[in-house]
């Protein structure tokens, strides 16, 4: 097996996965992965405007998420959850 993949699958047993904390294999998430990870915690979808799904929650400031298909949002996307206050690990 190349080496690359025993770390992969070595990280992957390493970490467990709970409701509020998602591990991110990879920085590279598409615009609907995040909208389903804040209807998974309790956010509504309260409008769009152009290209942008606009999030809110109780008690929190609006999140907005650029929506442009199936593009990655990379680094952006770990940024919008943690605006969320959604907790990301490694």
Known sequence: MPDWRL???SKIIKY???I???MLYSLIMTA???MEILK???WKLTRVTSSHHVFS???R???PVP???KKDLGDFGKEILSQAGIKIRR
Do not use: A, C, Q
């Open 7 to 9: 770390e992969f699958f």
């Open 16 to 18: 467990s996965i709970d």
């Open 20 to 22: 509020t904390t998602y």
């Open 32 to 34: 609907r992965e995040i």
């Open 40 to 42: 998974e915690n309790g």
């Open 57 to 59: 929650k109780e008690g």
């Open 61 to 63: 400031r609006p999140v």
């Open 67 to 69: 929506f442009h298909g």
